[in-house]
């Protein structure tokens, strides 16, 4: 299926990493996101979708150095980089100066959800790079004014990478639900999905 263009600067790219790619991604996630943490909200409430960091850690709603129990946040890896780089490109023909910094690595079993949210921690403009892993998303993507409607709601199948800049970077969007037993059984993930956004903090080290 060809590149589709959502929304200005909302490129989404279906199946643009080969199932041999996804494979070796979902073991690398397996080797990256550990531990992986049950998120606590400020309102008292914990996501239901379990997440990892690399390069910063992102705690609701501000990013940091070092966890929450002390520790050092493990490495930003440069392959990632690279990835992201190559899928900036794919969706806009260059990656202009898009230097990555930080993944957040999302695991959803069948249950969970994530509800709709602008991500506005990162002070730099440059895009977010999507990656999906095993089931498939339903993923709502809406507007820059609020939570409610209009939306678009897209799904996110294993090895779909989407690209969010420009003036939908600030757009909310989440994941209404994940459909069990649609991911391809020869990657390795099993039951569930993993997500991969790749990001630009702007922040100095
Ligand atoms: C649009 N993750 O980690 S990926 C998140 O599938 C997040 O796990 C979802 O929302 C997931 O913050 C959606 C697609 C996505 C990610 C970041 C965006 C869409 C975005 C940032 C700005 C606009
Ligand atoms: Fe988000």
Redesign the pocket.
Known sequence: PPPSRIAPG?VHLPGLLSPDRQARLAAACRRWAVPLRRVRLPSGGVMS?R?ACLGWEWTPYRYRRHHRDGGPVAAFPAALGRLAVECVAAAYGTAGDFTPDVA?I?F?APEAR?GM???AEEVSPAP?V?I?LGDT?V?R?GNTAGRGWPWRDVH?DSGDV?V?GGP????????TRILPGTGPADIGVGVG?W?L?I?QTGLAV
Do not use: I, K
């Open positions: 909302a979708v997440q957040l999302n959803y994530m949210h602008r991500d977010v999507s999906s998303a993923f993507f996110l989407f969010f939908s970077r600030r757009a909310f969007h989440g994941v999905r997500n956004t990001r």
